[in-house]
């Protein structure tokens, strides 16, 4: 099974070729055209501006990945592309040319939820069931429980505000620019590898203690924001790697801390860790450090399969395609929904 897999949920634009072997994945190619430099002027991602971009990018990354992968269209066995959730602006683009294709190759197209593909990130290697996937990224923070490769459940989710959405918003706080979680994270190391002591600074751990699997950030959000209002400019320059520090910890500590008590409810084999946040080291690190302290296996895909990319979306397409095979007319069924969430 070959698959070619397309994904243009917010402001990257990415295809990606997947090789089957009697079940061995393999990436021939995972091409990535990025517009965070374009999007940095703005302090944050402007719809209108990524899709008009991602309509320049599409027809050359696609090109690019099957050229990388040495794979003619007529070889695939399969498209998949991410039709939400997303930007609707963005989403469009990669739909319509993936249906585009799909009729002109005649090959079936596979419809793929972009939290989905986050999750399929961590199946380049085996999984024990049952397992639960925190799920962190600009737009979402979820808990999902999963049965096999194919069936999932969500469990919890943010009420409010996403993890990610939240470093974006106190890095703009804070006057660090944007991207905001590489920025919090890199100031919140420059206050560890400087001190000796803890942070003064105490902010609070939304929901921790709820009894349930829900999240909530906008709160903790609100006070940084008063934390930082205290401060006169002087002093809050010298301490926005300290408020850094404490937010990060406390963001760390309340997703760890829920992660850990849906492990143990559901009494998972497995604990992943999915989506752009994956990608902050210190979480990372803190969920691995709970999970194998309660002798349970981790998983969290590498660095470059956290962020928006196509290789998930194809690992997503595989599984999906060996529980239902598609059909060459499935790509009248598919429509773009910004808002499809996970069941």
């Known amino acids: 099974?070959?698959?070619?897999?397309?994904?243009?949920?917010?402001?990257?634009?990415?295809?990606?070729?997947?090789?089957?072997?009697?079940?061995?994945?393999?990436?021939?190619?995972?091409?990535?055209?990025?517009?965070?430099?374009?999007?940095?002027?703005?302090?944050?991602?402007?719809?209108?501006?990524?899709?008009?971009?991602?309509?320049?990018?599409?027809?050359?990354?696609?090109?690019?990945?099957?050229?990388?992968?040495?794979?003619?269209?007529?070889?695939?066995?399969?498209?998949?592309?991410?039709?939400?959730?997303?930007?609707?602006?963005?989403?469009i683009v990669g739909v319509e040319a993936a249906k585009a294709l799909s009729v002109a190759w005649q090959k079936p197209l596979i419809n793929v939820n972009h939290m989905y593909s986050h999750i399929a990130g961590n199946f380049l290697s085996k999984v024990e069931f049952p397992a639960v996937c925190l799920?962190?990224?600009?737009?979402?923070?979820?808990?999902?429980?999963?049965?096999?490769?194919?069936?999932f459940k969500k469990i919890g989710q943010t009420v409010d505000d996403a993890a990610g959405e939240a470093f974006d918003k106190v890095a703009k706080l804070l006057g660090l620019g944007y991207p905001g979680g590489p920025a919090v994270a890199l100031k919140a190391t420059e206050f560890l590898i400087s001190n000796f002591q803890f942070s003064k600074i105490s902010l609070p751990r939304p929901l921790i203690n709820s009894g349930d699997f829900n999240f909530s950030f906008s709160g903790l959000k609100t006070a940084v924001l008063y934390t930082a209002q205290k401060m006169k400019k002087k002093e809050l320059e010298q301490r926005t790697s300290e408020i850094c520090y404490e937010f990060q910890q406390a963001v760390v500590d309340v997703l760890v801390g829920k992660t850990m008590k849906a492990a143990q409810k559901h009494?998972?084999?497995?604990?992943?860790?999915?989506?752009?946040?994956?990608?902050?080291?210190?979480?990372?690190?803190?969920?691995?450090?709970?999970?194998?302290?309660?002798?349970?296996?981790?998983g969290v895909p590498e660095f470059r399969l956290c962020t928006d990319n196509a290789a998930m979306v194809a690992i997503a397409g595989y599984y999906l395609a060996k529980k239902k095979r598609p059909s060459r007319d499935d790509w009248k069924k598919v429509k773009v929904n910004p808002n499809w969430e996970l069941k």
């Open 267 to 298: 009494k998972v084999k497995t604990v992943l860790m999915a989506g752009g946040v994956a990608a902050n080291k210190k979480l990372r690190e803190s969920l691995r450090e709970s999970v194998e302290a309660k002798g349970l296996k981790f």
């Open 1 to 91: 099974m070959i698959i070619l897999a397309i994904e243009t949920s917010c402001d990257e634009t990415s295809a990606s070729v997947l090789k089957s072997t009697g079940g061995r994945l393999e990436l021939l190619s995972n091409v990535v055209s990025s517009q965070i430099d374009i999007h940095k002027q703005y302090g944050g991602v402007v719809p209108e501006v990524a899709a008009r971009h991602h309509v320049q990018n599409i027809n050359p990354v696609i090109m690019e990945a099957l050229e990388t992968a040495k794979i003619k269209p007529q070889k695939l066995s399969y498209l998949a592309v991410v039709s939400g959730p997303g930007l609707i602006t963005s989403l």
């Open 135 to 151: 799920v962190v990224s600009g737009g979402h923070t979820e808990l999902v429980l999963l049965k096999n490769y194919s069936q």
